[in-house]
């Protein structure tokens, strides 16, 4: 099975600036990843899929990158809206599985 | 716009069955993967088990951690997926999100929407 392990677990930074989380695979799964966003008491929603792809109506200050096993969700630059808990999901092979998550907080 | 609203939460005790249903609108429901996916009180997310459309089979996939305990199924024709849960336990206790599967072409699958959820307390 494969394992995701995001880093950090919690991330404090300003408004306007410019914040990453990592996400790690235990294998190689090629692009097969998506990013989830999820604000305190609401349902996650989808940021990212395949990596980089982003889903329709989220705004461009979120960029994706990566491959294999390596992975990284941008802010370019951090907004009060964007306080929430992230969390990668990959979808390589089953099962499928999410990373701990990321909850970011605005200074 | 699609829609997912799931239903069937509540409290139940140890060892007892619970059965929830989600119901797809706004899309054809018949063309998806319905996955489930649940999140303990302050935790992050779990994946269940995720069922096929039709045109994949409609094959189901399960996590580890719920094999043989929970059931996943769809009834095309009304629109619904069902989780039936089997032999609960306290740590069972969550949110149960059911979500979208999509798709290229068939094999991997990410999730869009999710529904509000509904929250299974496992409590004697």
């Known amino acids: 099975d494969i394992q995701m392990t995001q880093s950090p677990s919690t991330l404090s930074a300003s408004v306007g600036d410019r914040v990453a989380i990592t996400c790690r695979a235990s294998q190689s799964i090629s692009s097969w990843l998506a990013w989830y966003q999820q604000k305190p008491g609401k349902v996650p929603k989808l940021l990212i899929y395949e990596a980089s792809s982003l889903e329709s109506g989220v705004p461009s200050r979120f960029s994706g990158s990566g491959y294999g096993t390596e992975f990284t969700l941008t802010i370019s630059s951090l907004q009060p809206d964007d306080s929430a808990s992230y969390y990668c999901q990959h979808y390589n092979s089953f099962p499928l599985s999410f990373g701990g998550g990321t909850k970011v907080e605005i200074k | 716009e699609a829609q997912l609203v799931e239903s069937g939460g509540g409290v139940v005790q140890p060892g007892r069955s619970l059965r929830l249903t989600c119901a797809g609108s706004?899309?054809?429901?018949?063309?998806?993967?319905v996955s489930w996916v649940r999140q303990a009180p302050g935790r992050g997310l779990e994946w269940l088990g995720l069922v096929r459309s039709r045109t994949y089979g409609g094959t189901v996939e399960y996590a580890a951690s719920v094999k043989g305990r929970f059931t996943i199924s769809r009834h095309d024709s009304e629109s619904l997926a069902f989780l039936q849960m089997n032999s609960l336990k306290t740590e069972d206790t969550a949110m149960y999100y059911c979500?979208?599967?999509?798709?290229?072409?068939?094999?991997?699958?990410?999730?869009?929407?999710w529904g509000q959820g509904t929250l299974v307390t496992v409590s004697s």
């Open positions: 979500v979208r599967g999509l798709t290229i072409p068939g094999a991997k699958y990410w999730f869009d929407p």
């Open positions: 706004g899309f054809n429901f018949v063309d998806y993967a």
